[in-house]
C-alpha cells in the first residue's frame, strides 16, 4: 500500500469565518495536516484594519488573529490574515501595518463579487491612490481575486469569455506594469488565461490552486445542479481544469501551490439563489491527490510524489517565507469515508458529499 509521508502544509487560502463555528473549521484543518494558514479577511465585519488602535469601524487583524488563537488556533505555527482592501485603506495604514509585524498581504476583493466582498474596491483605485505603491515598497503580498466585477449575461459567463479571463487579459498586465515588483498571488485561479499570466510572468507572480477546480468542471456543476459546487470563480470548461492540471504536475513548478479556498456556508441553497463556496476542510490532500492522478501521474512514484509534495508543502510556504516543518503526515492509498462537519448549531456538508462521493482512494495519518 502506498504511504506517502509530507511535511505538515500551509493551507494558503482558507475561510474561517467568526462565531462559535471557528473551533470546528480550525479542527478540519489541524485534522488535515496543516501546520498553518492564510485566514480570508472576508468577516462579518470584515477585517479592515491592522491595528485594534486604529478608529475604524472594522476588525483588525490583530483582533481576528486573537479570535483564530482562541478558537484553538493556537495549534498553528502559523496564521497570516491579509488585510481587507476597502475604500479605507490608506498608504499610512500600510506602513504602519509592516512596522508593526502583522500585515503580510492584502486581499483584493471585486467589489459585490463574492461572499461578503461588498466592502471592495475597483483595483484600479488601489492603483492610483498608492496603496498597491507602498504595498510593492513594503513587500506586502497582494492576494487577488481575480474577476471582472459588475458583468453580466455573456460576460459574466461564456464559452469564449468570463469574468476571470477578462480580468486577466486586461487588468493584470496593467496592475504587473505599474508595480512590477509587487508580490501578487492569482487566488483560485480557475482558467487557462490565468495559468498563462503567471507563467509569463516573473517570479513574484505566483498562483493558488483549489482542489475542485482541478477536479471539476462546469458540467459537474449543472448536471443536476450540483450547488454544492457552486464556488467563485465558477468551475470551468476541460481547457481551462487542463491547464491547470498541466501547471500543477510540472516537474519543474515553483509557481503553483494549494490555497483550497474551503469556504463553509451552513446554508448553501436559498430561495433566490446559493451562497459561493465549496467545503474541503479535512479532506484536501485527499482531494489534491485524487486530482493529480486524473492527469498521467502515479502518486506510487517517488518522482509523482516529489512533484506533489512541491504543489502542497513547499511552493507556497517558499513564497511566503514560511519555514518547512520537521513534523510529517502520511496521506495512504487507502479508501476513506467522507463525513460531514457537526458544529454547535448545525452541520456542514463537505464538498464530495455534495456530490454524492462518499468515499475517497485516499487517507490521512496525522
Ligand atoms: O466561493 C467562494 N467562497 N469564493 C469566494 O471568493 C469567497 C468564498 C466564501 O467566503 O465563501
Ligand atoms: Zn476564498
Known amino acids: 500500500m502506498t504511504t506517502i509521508t509530507l511535511p505538515l502544509w500551509y493551507d494558503l487560502h482558507v475561510h474561517l469565518r467568526q462565531g462559535e463555528n471557528m473551533n470546528a473549521y480550525i479542527q478540519a484543518q489541524i485534522d ?3 501546520a498553518g494558514v492564510l485566514a480570508m479577511p472576508n468577516t462579518k465585519p470584515p477585517v479592515g484594519k491592522v491595528l485594534d488602535s486604529d478608529p475604524l469601524d472594522y476588525w483588525s487583524i490583530e483582533y481576528y488573529l486573537h479570535q483564530i488563537v482562541h478558537a484553538g488556533g493556537d495549534a498553528f505555527k502559523v496564521a497570516i490574515i491579509p488585510l481587507y482592501l476597502t475604500k479605507d485603506t490608506t498608504v499610512q495604514m500600510i506602513e504602519n501595518g509592516k512596522r508593526s509585524g502583522l500585515l503580510r498581504a492584502c486581499k483584493y476583493y471585486p467589489p459585490h463579487g463574492t461572499t461578503n466582498a461588498d466592502h471592495g474596491c475597483p483595483l484600479e483605485s488601489f492603483m492610483d491612490n498608492g496603496v498597491l505603491h507602498a504595498m510593492e515598497e513594503h513587500g506586502i503580498v497582494l492576494c487577488v481575486h481575480g474577476e471582472d466585477h459588475g458583468l453580466s449575461g455573456v460576460d459574466y459567463f461564456d464559452a469564449t469569455t468570463n469574468a476571470e479571463k477578462s480580468f486577466y487579459l486586461k487588468v493584470m498586465p496593467k496592475l504587473r506594469e505599474k508595480f512590477p515588483n509587487l508580490k501578487i498571488v ?9 495559468v ?32 454544492h459546487l457552486y464556488c467563485l470563480p465558477l468551475v470551468k470548461f476541460e481547457a481551462d481544469r487542463d491547464a491547470l492540471r498541466q ?22 441553497a436559498t430561495e433566490c ?14 482531494l489534491y491527490a485524487t486530482a493529480f492522478e486524473k492527469t498521467n ?42 463525513n460531514v462537519l457537526n458544529t454547535k448549531a ?13 468515499t475517497l482512494p485516499w487517507t490521512l495519518n496525522v
Not at 499570466?197 to 443536476?224: R, W
Request: proline share 6%; charged share 15%.
Open 273 to 286: 439563489g446559493c451562497a459561493a463556496g465549496c467545503f474541503t476542510g479535512g479532506i484536501a490532500p485527499q
Open 196 to 227: 498563462d499570466f503567471v507563467h509569463i510572468s516573473g517570479k513574484n507572480i505566483v498562483a493558488s490552486v483549489t482542489p475542485q477546480h482541478l477536479l471539476f468542471t462546469v458540467g459537474h456543476l449543472v448536471q443536476g445542479l450540483k450547488y
Open 186 to 194: 492569482c487566488e483560485h485561479i480557475t482558467t487557462k488565461e490565468a
Open 297 to 338: 501521474l502515479n502518486l506510487d512514484d517517488r518522482l509523482s510524489q516529489e512533484i506533489f509534495e512541491r504543489f502542497l508543502c513547499l511552493n507556497g510556504a517558499h513564497f511566503y517565507g514560511l519555514p518547512i516543518p520537521d513534523k510529517t503526515f502520511d496521506l495512504v492509498r487507502e479508501e476513506s469515508v467522507v
Open 32 to 34: 488535515m495536516g496543516c
Open 247 to 268: 501547471a500543477v504536475i510540472d516537474p519543474y513548478n515553483t509557481k503553483f501551490f494549494a490555497g483550497t479556498d474551503s469556504a463553509p456556508h451552513t446554508t448553501k
Open 346 to 358: 448545525e452541520s456542514i456538508v463537505p464538498l464530495p458529499l455534495g456530490l454524492n462521493m462518499t
